[in-house]
């Protein structure tokens, strides 16, 4: 057998197989290592990695010596004749379900059928018709022998298994490797530090990729595998994409925590953090390190230094990301590729971007997820997420991905353990937050009202206005008030990271640089600083988690408290986001009028909302429920942003909520969000 040295192309695209007809024009690009290769087909790159292969067939005809690749279609058939709609039919079905696939992978086709099958012969003309150049088929396949295509028997493995979907063939080392591929999709909206993928070596490692797309200010590459593979695994997230806030440890990869100082000073991770772990476990992959404000602070877009701040997609392009899990929660807006991101929640990591973003994200009761191998902020307060377009694609993975055997221990979060009902024990009662609306309530307050009528209709409830604010102000417990005052919280977000991560970095920094202090984003520059001369004791530490135990103790007493009927008596409801008007990646654009901050405390309101469960531990999630029109100071035009609500239950509720959620689905409430400009 002799290797074509050239692929068949064809663009990609809503294409149809009988539109492919006579010759079409052969060229590609190439850049080979020992392990990957990186390829173009009609100008759409790929990688595929070709030191741990997905099967090998041993062949004598191979030379030893011989190095020679060729793209290559896997198609599998539970049938002992394979017939020409067979083969139309699944080409049809790559091309209509997976991105990565296309006719260019044509070049050589492998059919593999039951035992002693035969391949028909309309079936070998349909596979010409497409130019195929070479076929391949198991040893006991019995191909007509009027065909004029090249044929290559090889010899299967009594243990293996059918493989389909869009390879490379290697023939090297006396046998033919087929090795997965990977599409190259560039990063333009700037939310990814880079892409990666799991190598395949048994071991969990992960490569980084190393190339950039260097047309457009070096945009990093993410690889993405065939939609193909995952097909027949039936695991509960099999062939999920998914992107990973860069605090968390992935095998074989960089843990920058958006600091380049802390990424001079760490190793490559040697193994993956276990929340990232289940994940892969389950099926999904990870396909990149996505990006956050440094050590996921709360810093705004203009403070960002080590790293390029991320784009929002929608409305004029210009809107925030809001902060700490921004690289995750625009990604998911910005790309139909990516399915999932997963991100984190100290104060309001998750959930603003996800309401500046106009998709799904939640912060978890606390305690949901371990958050070992991850970079913490506060352990009593840090919790993960995962952002998501659709709303029961949302609760599928979470209900998949949250175990009660990977729960934080009450010595971390300060709080008791709790039991995680998976039932329709839904609320009795929705309590709208009246210290907590949306601040444009002329633009806003249709699409609030209707959403809350059809809400509580579908689960028959009643409708409760409080002000969360004054109640809390006013009760005997002296810790409630207490927790309302910015040193309690501030001490508990600051306490964990300060000792885990402040002082060991800026003591080997200092080691490393004759006595300096390392460079920092300004949030942590001028916090650290100041903690060198009076920093968080670990009694204050200690008394601020002593008061919040209190406060929460009254919370699920008073105001989130389970009866007889419901998890949650209540579902409180409230805005966390810019509420109508744009919040602008620009400081001076959030000066204007019909602008605001993200992080702008309402009139009235002790605390910020996002708050309220950073405190009291519950369980918060934001839905995209509409859109809104707004003037842009960017484009000069008006421009169409996200309107959300955030939906609180008592901690360990959340399996309720997620079945409450998926109920609003079924009846039209909810509705999966667009990419790019606008949600629906």
């Not at 934080?408 to 709080?415: D, V």
Request: with cysteine.
């Amino acid at each position: 057998m002799t290797w074509k040295a050239a692929i068949t192309v064809l663009a990609l695209g809503q294409v149809a197989v009988e539109q492919l007809s006579g010759p079409v024009s052969r060229r590609y690009s190439l850049s080979e290592s020992t392990e990957e290769i990186f390829f173009e087909l009609d100008n759409v790159s790929y990688l595929s990695n070709v030191q741990h292969p997905k099967a090998v067939y041993p062949d004598s005809w191979v030379s030893k010596d011989q190095l020679s690749w060729t793209p290559l279609t896997a198609l599998s058939f539970n049938t002992t004749r394979v017939k020409d709609d067979d083969i139309k039919k699944t080409i049809q079905n790559y091309l209509d379900q997976d991105d990565v696939f296309n006719l260019a992978y044509l070049e050589v086709v492998l059919v593999q059928a039951a035992a002693g099958g035969t391949i028909e012969e309309q079936a070998i003309g349909y596979l010409q018709s497409l130019n195929v150049s070479t076929l391949m088929v198991p040893s006991k396949v019995t191909v007509p022998s009027s065909t004029s295509m090249n044929v290559v028997y090889i010899t299967l493995d009594a243990q293996s298994q059918p493989v389909e979907g869009p390879f490379v063939a290697v023939a090297k080392q006396n046998a033919i490797h087929l090795c997965p591929v990977w599409r190259l999709y560039s990063d333009q909206y700037s939310v990814f530090l880079q892409g990666s993928y799991d190598s395949g070596d048994g071991r969990g490692t992960h490569r980084a990729v190393g190339l950039e797309n260097t047309r457009f200010f070096e945009q990093p590459l993410i690889p993405v595998p065939s939609r193909v593979y995952s097909w027949k695994d039936p695991r509960p997230l099999a062939g999920a994409r998914v992107g990973v806030k860069d605090l968390f440890d992935v095998k074989g990869l960089q843990t920058t925590g958006g600091s380049k100082a802390w990424t001079y000073i760490t190793p490559i991770a040697n193994a993956t953090a276990p929340a990232i772990q289940r994940i892969i476990d389950l099926g999904g992959h990870v396909v990149g390190k996505q990006k956050l404000a440094q050590f996921a602070s709360a810093a705004d877009p203009w403070l960002w230094q080590d790293e390029h701040y991320p784009f929002n997609p929608r409305g004029d392009g210009w809107l925030t990301c809001s902060a700490s899990s921004s690289g995750g929660g625009c990604s998911i807006a910005a790309y139909d590729w990516l399915d999932f991101a997963i991100g984190t929640d100290t104060g309001s990591s998750m959930r603003l971007p996800a309401a500046v973003a106009g998709v799904y994200g939640q912060r978890p009761s606390q305690g949901m997820m371990s958050l070992d191998l991850a970079l913490p902020v506060s352990h009593p307060s840090d919790t993960t997420g995962v952002f998501s377009r659709d709303p029961k694609k949302w609760a599928r993975f979470a209900k998949a991905w949250y175990t009660t055997t990977m729960q934080q221990s009450s010595n971390l979060t300060g709080l008791p353990s709790y039991d995680v009902p998976d039932s329709n024990q839904f609320p009795s009662r929705l309590v709208y937050l009246s210290d907590f609306g949306p601040q444009n309530q002329a633009a806003t307050a249709p699409i609030w009202e209707s959403f809350i009528s059809n809400l509580t209709q579908a689960f028959n409830m009643t409708v409760q206005t409080i002000n969360l604010t004054a109640i809390a102000q006013s009760v005997s417990e002296p810790s409630v008030p207490t927790m309302l005052e910015d040193k309690t919280m501030k001490t508990i977000w600051t306490w964990d990271q300060w000792s885990i991560i402040g002082k060991p970095l800026l003591r080997t920094w200092a080691s490393l640089f004759d006595g300096r202090f390392p460079p920092l984003d300004p949030t942590h520059r001028g916090q650290w600083q100041g903690f060198l001369t009076n920093p968080v004791t670990e009694d204050e530490f200690q008394q601020a988690l002593e008061t919040r135990a209190k406060a929460v103790t009254w919370f699920e007493n008073s105001i989130l408290y389970s009866t007889n009927n419901s998890c949650s008596e209540s579902v409180l409801v409230y805005d966390i986001g810019p509420g109508g008007f744009p919040s602008y990646r620009e400081d001076a654009l959030n000066k204007l009028p019909n602008t605001t901050y993200v992080y702008r405390k309402p009139a009235g309101a002790a605390i910020l909302g996002a708050t309220i469960c950073p405190i009291f531990g519950c369980a918060d999630y934001t839905i995209p429920i509409g859109e809104v029109p707004y003037k842009s100071a960017v484009t000069l035009k008006t421009e169409i942003m996200p309107v959300t609500m955030n939906m609180v239950v008592k901690r360990g509720c959340d399996f309720v909520l997620f079945n409450m959620i998926e109920k609003l689905a079924d009846e039209g409430l909810l509705r999966s969000v667009k990419t790019g400009k606008n949600l629906f």
